[in-house]
């Protein structure tokens, strides 16, 4: 997923989950500048690369995993039969807080993929995921 702020700084970030054979789950999630720009779409084609490189030492990183860098190499191409769908909304919103009201802009993309490749601890076709993205366009807090 990606995000821009109102002052027009891109933010991104990734997550990848295992859960192995005793049901115990590990995940490695990082966010941030660097990880704005790992998805390609380009216009017009559906098609869909997913590239990014997730290191547990990299202080951008969190999780419970621990071990060797995960690769995420993912190319998809749109699923629109059988159920698949794709979505977009835009808009804008409010969220009132205790002493805080939040004001935002989104938009709001996603789409059932079928994806070649690997993700970290495993390789091979990953059918049917479907794939959420979303950009804040702009937040900002007014008290």
Request: include cysteine; hydrophobic fraction near 30%.
């Amino acid at each position: 997923m990606s995000f821009q702020l109102f002052d027009g700084t891109v933010q991104g970030d990734i997550v990848v989950r295992r859960v192995d054979s005793s049901n115990n789950m590990d995940s490695l999630h990082c966010a941030g500048a660097k990880w704005s720009r790992i998805v390609s779409m380009p216009a017009g084609s559906g098609n869909v690369s997913t590239n990014a490189v997730l290191d547990p030492a990299d202080q951008t990183c969190s999780g419970t995993y621990v071990g060797p860098a995960l690769t995420v190499e993912l190319y998809g191409q749109p699923n629109l039969t059988n159920g698949g769908e794709r979505r977009s909304e835009k808009g804008s919103g409010q969220v009132w807080t205790e002493g805080s009201n939040y004001k935002y802009n989104f938009q709001w993309d996603g789409f059932s993929e079928t994806f070649v490749g690997t993700i970290g601890f495993a390789s091979g076709t990953f059918g049917e995921l479907h794939r959420p993205a979303s950009r804040t366009i702009g937040s900002a807090c007014t008290e």
